[in-house]
């Protein structure tokens, strides 16, 4: 379905759906306020009043081979003849008859006595139909402050009644409009049906407002200051500032949250990266001063390179200076070696001869070492 301008852009705001609905009532028996929980009962009428389909009557006329500006013109006359509240007249383009189909909604009387001559009416039927497709077709059984209302939207048509008579039941109503009976159907109870219409108010695109609409222009507006050509796209211009105006300004804000939101991030990302850079000094600085000392002390270390290098230990001795190690190995030459290049180790030499058992060289290595174990 093709998206356009509506109220949902300013109304996704809690506070201005909270206005909203100050300014918008429903009007059956009498005047009520609508909630997201229900309907509660109104002293005085507000500026928007959706009329339940009991006070008003629909008829369709067609006029054949006739342009659309005679056929405007013509309806002109019309609705100007009519002294209280001013019909609402939807114009459908009728192929077959080279002309045009005409619904005529017109308001009984009754309601200027309810209602004050600044009051915006909205039919009830009508605002039903706010965002179904032309292709689509929709029923609805709707539980309202007037009566259980059938309502549907076939063939590009709605179409309502109220339950009574011949009209029992909703499966009775599908056979009147000649949908099977098998077609699905939407039930809304009273306590949502208010929400329900809230909601078709914030969905109906800008542009349509005006075929909707009932108001008596002349309430509003000094003619003698405004020429009557001027007074519709003066109120779409209008309208459509105030609501981009309002949109923006919400954007506004939210973007304004959101860049608030980031600052915050951005300062936390910043602050936990000077704590991860802190500790990553104290890391460097640890590994500098544990690589000064030795991990285990120097006669383990001799003993250790000793072993790898073939020697097999017999017996060690303390000296005032280091130790001397006894035992035997394949090659005592690589033994003496390895142990020299130590760095924990001054000064390694053999001790007496070597000597030679079995193959294997027999020895003692005199070791000063530095530091302690």
Not at 21 to 26: D, I, K, L
Not at 305 to 315: L, P, T
């Amino acid at each position: 379905m093709e998206q356009s301008l509506n109220l949902k852009f300013l109304t996704k705001n809690k506070k201005i759906r909270q206005l909203l609905s100050r300014y918008v009532g429903y009007i059956a028996d009498k005047c009520y306020e609508l909630k997201t929980d229900g309907f509660s009962t109104l002293t005085n009428p507000r500026f928007i009043m959706i009329v339940a389909r009991q006070h008003y009557v629909e008829s369709v006329k067609t006029y054949s081979a006739i342009s659309r500006k005679e056929l405007n013109s013509l309806l002109k006359i019309q609705r100007q003849a009519v002294a209280s509240i001013k019909p609402i007249q939807l114009i459908r383009e009728n192929k077959e008859q080279d002309g045009f189909d005409v619904k005529t909604i017109n308001f009984n009387k009754s309601l200027e006595n309810q209602l004050n001559k600044k009051t915006l009416l909205i039919p009830e039927g009508e605002l039903l139909k706010t965002n179904v497709n032309k292709q689509e077709r929709k029923i609805l059984n709707l539980n309202t402050p007037a009566g259980n209302l059938f309502w549907a939207y076939s063939d590009s048509k709605v179409q309502s009644a109220y339950q009574k008579g011949m009209l029992s039941d909703i499966a009775a109503f599908k056979a009147s409009i000649g949908v099977p009976l098998n077609t699905p159907h939407q039930t809304v109870e009273q306590e949502k049906y208010a929400n329900y219409l809230l909601e078709r108010l914030e969905l109906l695109p800008m542009h349509q407002y005006k075929n909707i609409v009932s108001i008596n222009l002349l309430e509003f507006l000094n003619t003698k200051l405004l020429h009557s050509l001027y007074v519709i796209p003066v109120l779409t211009a209008t309208c459509f500032l105030l609501f981009a105006n309002g949109y923006y300004y919400l954007k506004q804000g939210n973007i304004q949250k959101q860049n608030q939101s980031l600052s915050q991030e951005a300062r936390t990302l910043i602050s936990n990266k000077q704590q991860l850079d802190a500790l990553q000094n104290r890391l460097v600085i640890l590994n500098e001063e544990f690589s000064r000392f030795s991990l285990v002390t120097p006669m383990w270390d001799i003993f250790s390179v000793a072993i790898e290098n073939g020697m097999e230990i017999s017996g060690y001795f303390r000296t005032s200076s280091g130790i001397e190690l006894r035992g035997r190995a394949e090659k005592a030459s690589r033994v003496l070696n390895a142990l020299n290049n130590l760095g924990s180790v001054s000064q390694a030499s053999f001790v007496g001869a070597v000597r030679k058992s079995r193959g294997d060289d027999l020895f003692t290595i005199s070791l000063n070492y530095r530091g302690t174990e």
